[in-house]
């Protein structure tokens, strides 16, 4: 057995054994109590105190055993006062049927020290948040409180002072409404709705009402209704939007107004017209086609019987119709032809699908996110470094260092 003890030179510690067979007592590794050999049971005892060590064993000789002693000093022993040292007990049993043994020792525990956290030391130790030292444990936002405990600051969760807002992590760069995300600082990201547009988020416009009024900009920071935008705004004013308006014939001109074509009742020999008595009167026999082309030919803007198509021209191109009346290329044959972006045959514009029009319907990656399918979108950006969002419109969850 093997122990270890703070010697004080002005407190008193015992060791008594009883044992037959072999015994031996060490303090430091020097031999202090002896009870050697085979023999019955005997006591042997050890006492450190005032500065000296002593050994007491029955003499085995004599008929009636006298006491025997032995007494050494302990800086003899190498003890020194208020220093841990070790004692240790070897003993050996030599029979295999009856054994004796008692071991007692006294008064070789002290108390022990606590180590604790000294607050206001200046170091911060297990179960201090920090610790300036206690003249700037003053407490205060961004500082250290008196009980080493942190006061306010910008990443608890809570605003305080100037902050004008605090998520815990504070790593947005920028959000779909104002009342989401927290930029570095504790400032308020850039969002969709404070009238500065944030072309890198994939903003195209903010007017800060983004209420998608004509010509404004819709919740998302998309572009609202407009001239333009190949669709008709009657309710504004719009008589026709093709998505061009450059006032080819036919087709619609500046300010979404009609272009000179057939219908007019004017007659333009130079577009080919041979006839125009106006969209009323152009009509199956008047003599003049809805084309304003005269009746009864491939080109009279009548579909006959044997022909698949007639548009009055029958130039062929997209959309069009092709000489011979047979019809062109055009949105809803199947292949993606010229403008089209996209053409299923169908192109019934559900989420990552071909939308009326042969456009994209909504999809990862258009900049807009589409709920119940997506949980963010930054276009062009999803799936870059540091961006918040993966290429499959996910958002990127990250541990603030």
Not at 126 to 149: R, V, W
Not at 297 to 326: F, R, S
Not at 361 to 381: M, N
Request: proline content about 6%.
């Amino acid at each position: 057995m093997k122990y270890w003890f703070q010697y004080s030179a002005t407190a008193t510690s015992s060791l008594s054994f009883t044992g037959d067979d072999d015994v031996w007592v060490f303090i430091n590794g020097k031999l202090v109590l002896d009870l050697g050999g085979l023999h019955v049971p005997r006591t042997g005892t050890l006492t450190l105190s005032g500065g000296s060590v002593t050994g007491v064993v029955p003499d085995p000789v004599a008929t009636n055993p006298p006491i025997s002693s032995t007494t050494v000093t302990a800086a003899s022993l190498g003890l020194v006062d208020g220093k841990v040292h070790d004692i240790e007990v070897f003993q050996a049993e030599r029979k295999r049927t009856g054994s004796t043994y008692m071991l007692t020792v006294a008064g070789f525990n002290i108390s022990r020290s606590i180590c604790k956290p000294i607050c206001g030391d200046a170091v911060v130790s297990p179960g201090e948040q920090c610790d300036n030292g206690k003249a700037e444990n003053t407490g205060g936002y961004n500082k250290c409180n008196p009980d080493c405990t942190r006061g306010p600051w910008c990443g608890d969760g809570v605003i305080n002072g100037t902050e004008q807002c605090d998520d815990g992590a504070n790593v947005s760069t920028y959000s779909l409404t104002k009342a989401t995300g927290c930029a570095p600082g504790c400032m308020q990201p850039a969002y969709c709705g404070d009238a500065i547009l944030q072309d890198s988020a994939g903003e195209v416009c903010d007017d800060g009402k983004n209420d998608n009024s004509y010509n404004g900009c819709s919740p998302t920071c998309q572009k609202g209704p407009w001239c333009g935008d190949a669709v008709v705004q009657s309710s504004s004013g719009e008589a026709c939007d093709d998505g061009k308006n450059d006032g080819t014939y036919g087709t619609c001109a500046e300010g979404c107004k009609p272009a000179p074509g057939c219908g007019d009742g004017v007659l333009q020999e130079d577009w080919g017209e041979q006839c125009d008595l106006g969209a009323a009167k152009n009509v199956p026999g008047s003599g003049c086609s809805p084309t304003c082309k005269k009746e009864g030919v491939c080109g009279d803007g009548i579909t006959q019987a044997n022909e698949q198509c007639d548009d009055g021209q029958n130039l062929g191109g997209y959309g069009k119709c092709a000489p011979e009346c047979k019809l062109g290329q055009r949105c809803g044959d199947g292949v993606k032809n010229g403008p089209e972006q996209c053409d299923d045959g169908k192109n019934a514009g559900g989420y990552g699908q071909c939308a009326p029009g042969c456009v994209y319907g909504p999809r990862c990656g258009d900049g807009v996110t589409q709920p119940g399918y997506e949980e963010c979108d930054h276009g062009a950006k999803n799936g870059a470094t540091n961006d918040s969002c993966t290429a499959a419109c996910k958002v990127v969850l990250r541990v603030p260092k």
